[in-house]
């Protein structure tokens, strides 16, 4: 994993709860619907909000963007296709971290 | 480092699994300690039961209901009051305490008539109270009485009151968390949706998982009205019974305490719809943070803006000055479970406190990942830890402060060492920007108190206690 998406997982890890919700796939649904909007935040890309969900993911996401740009400052001179590159790399990493390695038994647990 | 196994655990190994200290470059997929599995015979837990979860932590926070607990009566009386949550109407849930006092006869021929007589002469009683949950307990889960049924013939004969029955006596689980899920989803399965809410605003919440500790709740919601947003229903601090049957409704739950409420939360989103916004409502940047969020999901960020410059502009030259105080501070949190991660950062990043120890009595591995995650390296992390660690943390660490329960705390007040209490607080509320100078000027005043130093005196002349004189196992260290 390149060092900027590591800068990012590193502020993720220490601040969102998001990452930890219960179960797998509330952790799937959130590692891919904030940080796709994030990534759209960071380079201006159009989105519609049509779900609840939606505006759910919008709000978490734009206090992580207001949080990347105030800590890392190379995130402003960064590409379309840097950013694009480096939010894949730091979803991975996420699902990764938390669904895939996690140690978590309760996190396939059919109820909640 | 691996998991850990203490000098005190030695008779016990099984307890390695439940004990890490963080090194640096680790995460949590390398480690992470057992958590939420039963207790190892021999060790001394802190645990409390699972009907203690229901009740104290959940249920026995509306300020308008009956909490009849069927079982002897010290299982009613030992949940009550013990935690301060205080209710705008007088504080009804804390004056009154109400148990069908099981006795052998009942265990004999059963408590289900005794039970009947109790909700009936309850309701007598109270005539202006026209709500009860039932708690079953050890004693009459096992002589297997059918609270459902009577409260059933109760409603029948009554139809002007509602019941809600929890099943969850203290075998039930493993500690107080079992409890928790036990009444969360007792509830969305059978209370929410039964009642339609007033709303009288454009925004709507949930507010999830704040049980009004020393008034922690009216400082959030001053907060949330504040931006224009009406909380439909709290979960359950300064709650009614009949708000918390309106939660589907809501448009948003926000979550502050995910251990005891996940579970409603998760039901809620998955039966409604209704999507989850996890904040932390401890400390000046999370609350912030928080308040940023439900102003981003309604689009209500300039009022969240005012709000939060408002608070600021009041509270925070107060937490400058004991930041400037507690920097370099070392403390412990051996609380329940969500306030190790609720706390930790908080803490270090507004007031400049190296949190060096955490223990959890209920915690689930999700807790311990987001603790773990936020924590320091070097910082001890225990899933239900037992009191002769405690002591080898002490003597590892060195705290300056441990946040604890009135238990531990006894302990600790015997080494000399200043405790505050992380669960009912001292002076709270601690919840919010005001809550966090009020935890600060706590913190400061039990550090800065010369009483520990005096208390250690021994007047007799014969130099310093240092409270380890007869504690077995420490030897050593006296």
Redesign the interface.
């Known amino acids: 994993m390149s060092e900027r998406a590591e800068e990012l997982v590193t502020y993720i ?3 969102c ?2 990452q ?4 797998s796939w ?1 952790r799937d649904e959130n590692i891919e619907g904030i940080l796709t909007r994030a990534g759209e935040l960071l380079t201006g890309e159009p989105f519609v909000m049509e779900t ?2 939606d ?2 993911w ?3 996401a ?2 992580l963007v207001a949080e990347f740009k105030a800590r890392m400052p190379w995130i402003a001179a960064a590409t379309r296709e840097e950013i694009t590159g480096i939010i894949a790399e730091v979803k991975g990493r996420m699902k ?3 669904v895939e ?6 996190l396939r647990v059919k109820n ?1 | 480092m691996p998991m850990t196994l203490f000098k005190c655990d030695t008779i016990i190994p099984e307890r390695e699994k439940h004990c890490y200290i963080k090194a640096p470059g680790e995460d949590t997929t390398q480690f992470l300690p057992a958590s939420n599995v039963a207790t190892i015979p021999g060790t001394l837990s802190e645990r409390g039961c699972s009907y203690c979860g229901a009740k104290l932590v959940i249920g026995g926070v509306l300020k308008d209901t009956i909490q009849m607990i069927h079982g002897p009566v010290g299982c009613a009386y030992d949940t009550w009051h013990t935690k301060r949550y205080p209710s705008d109407n007088d504080n009804f849930q804390l004056k009154y305490v109400w148990s069908t006092g099981i006795k052998e006869k009942h265990v004999v021929f059963g408590a289900e008539k005794q039970l009947k007589k109790c909700v009936l002469e309850a309701f007598d009683a109270m005539p202006g109270i026209k709500r009860m949950i039932i708690y079953t307990t050890c004693t009459t889960a096992l002589i297997g009485d059918d609270p459902k049924a009577v409260a059933e013939t109760v409603m029948k004969e009554r139809p002007e009151v509602d019941i809600f029955v929890v099943q969850c006596p203290g075998f039930a689980g493993v500690s107080q968390s079992k409890g928790h899920h036990v009444l969360n989803i007792g509830w969305i399965n059978q209370k929410v949706g039964t009642l339609e809410p007033k709303i009288t605003g454009k925004y709507t919440i949930n507010f999830i998982g704040d049980y009004n500790i020393q008034g922690d709740t009216y400082l959030v919601e001053k907060y949330i009205t504040r931006m224009g947003i009406q909380i439909m229903s709290h979960f359950t601090g300064n709650a009614t019974y009949d708000e918390l049957r309106t939660m589907h409704r809501a448009q948003l739950n926000v979550v502050n305490c995910a251990r005891s409420a996940g579970y409603i939360a998760n039901e809620l989103k998955k039966q409604y719809g209704i999507p989850r916004l996890d904040i932390d409502s401890w400390g000046f940047g999370y609350m912030a943070e928080g308040l940023r969020k439900i102003g981003g999901f309604f689009g209500l960020e300039k009022e969240a803006e005012a709000v939060i410059a408002d608070e600021y502009a009041l509270w925070k030259p107060k937490l400058d000055w004991y930041k400037a105080k507690l920097t370099g501070k070392k403390m412990c949190i051996w609380t329940g479970g969500p306030r190790l991660w609720h706390w930790t950062r908080a803490v270090e990043d507004d007031l400049g406190i190296e949190v060096v120890a955490m223990s959890s009595k209920f915690g689930h591995q999700e807790d311990f990942e987001k603790v773990i995650a936020r924590g320091r390296v070097g910082t001890i992390y225990i899933d239900d830890a037992n009191e002769l660690e405690f002591f080898e943390v002490i003597d590892m660490m060195k705290p300056d402060v441990i946040f604890t329960g009135p238990r531990v705390g006894e302990l600790v007040k015997k080494l000399h060492i200043p405790y505050i209490n992380g669960h009912a607080y001292h002076n709270g509320p601690y919840m919010g920007f005001e809550g966090f100078v009020n935890l600060a000027r706590d913190t400061y005043n039990a550090v800065s108190s010369p009483l520990w130093k005096l208390a250690a005196g021994d007047i007799r002349g014969k130099g310093v206690l240092t409270g380890l004189e007869s504690k077995p196992g420490m030897e050593a260290a006296a």
């Open positions: 890890q220490e601040h709860l998001w930890f919700f219960s179960r509330d609840q969900a505006k759910c919008q709000a978490e734009g206090i990764e971290i938390t390695k996690s140690r978590n038994e309760e909640y």
